[in-house]
């Protein structure tokens, strides 16, 4: 999806890439993004410095935050000062992401965004303190970590240049902001389990499939000793939100496809 001639113009005073890359996706998103969280076609910039998000949409508010890069993301998203994300994650108050990767004629080659309800504390990795020679010297920023959040909070916008249609894009982020309702303990479950299913490569798994996550799971819960009810209340938990469903007993299969 190219930018608008007129568009490129808006960069011309700046020196460096990444500012460049800042202002040009910024300006694409305002004239092209939608909102997924309602039927609102419009988002508006935030005031400059707004912590922790670009966007708002214009109707229902919700807020996102824009990444851009040349290259596909990988594994982790740079993203703020550890601390402050992980307030936001608490107080549910964490925006959704928009990731753009642009070309070197500033075409918007993919959009990927990042659903704010399984952005939970285990996807969110703290970095090292900056030394003490650094200008914040001490401060402490985080990565998002892309691989472990699971399809149903990935959702494609933009594929290869060609834009997805929008009722699909905001029916695939309906089903998953159903989890947002939940607890973040609750919340932080269901995602985990969801994205160790996703893990095992099929579309369609057992009841067994999921008892063989116990260990993994007993590890990163290790206050709890029920895993396995938990593993079964967590099967109903993704069902009812409409993101697994129950073929037959002990069987499933995930909403989406891979």
């Not at 910024?26 to 609102?40: I, P, R």
């Not at 303190?129 to 920023?141: D, E, F, H, Q, Y």
């Not at 290869?160 to 249609?165: N, Q, V």
Request: one cysteine or more; a positive charge; glycine letters at 6%.
């Amino acid at each position: 999806m190219p930018v608008p001639a007129e568009y490129l113009g808006f960069f011309e005073k700046y020196s460096s890439a990444s500012q460049k890359a800042r202002v040009i996706t910024e300006s694409w998103v305002k004239q092209n993004g939608y909102c997924l969280a309602c039927e609102s076609d419009r988002l508006i910039p935030t005031p400059a410095n707004t912590q922790a998000r670009d966007f708002e949409c214009k109707r229902c508010g919700h807020p996102y935050e824009v990444k851009s890069a040349a290259s596909p993301f990988g594994r982790r998203i740079v993203d703020g000062a550890y601390a402050s994300m992980m307030r936001r994650i608490h107080t549910s108050t964490t925006p959704s992401f928009l990731l753009l990767q642009y070309t070197q004629t500033w075409s918007i080659a993919n959009m990927l965004a990042v659903h704010h309800a399984l952005i939970t504390p285990s996807v969110i990795e703290q970095r090292k303190p900056l030394s003490i020679t650094a200008r914040r010297a001490g401060w402490i920023g985080c990565n998002i970590l892309l691989t472990g959040i699971p399809p149903e909070g990935r959702i494609p916008l933009v594929v290869d240049g060609l834009a997805i249609d929008k009722g699909t894009c905001r029916s695939r982020f309906a089903a998953t902001e159903r989890l947002s309702h939940l607890s973040l303990l609750s919340r932080g479950w269901a995602a985990t389990l969801l994205s160790m299913l996703h893990r095992i490569g099929k579309q369609e798994f057992t009841l067994n499939d999921a008892y063989s996550l116990e260990p993994e799971l007993a590890a990163l819960y290790p206050l709890n000793h029920n895993i396995r009810p938990k593993i079964r209340q967590q099967l109903q938990v993704l069902r009812d939100a409409g993101l697994i469903t129950f073929e037959f007993r002990g069987h499933y299969r995930f909403a989406i496809q891979k």
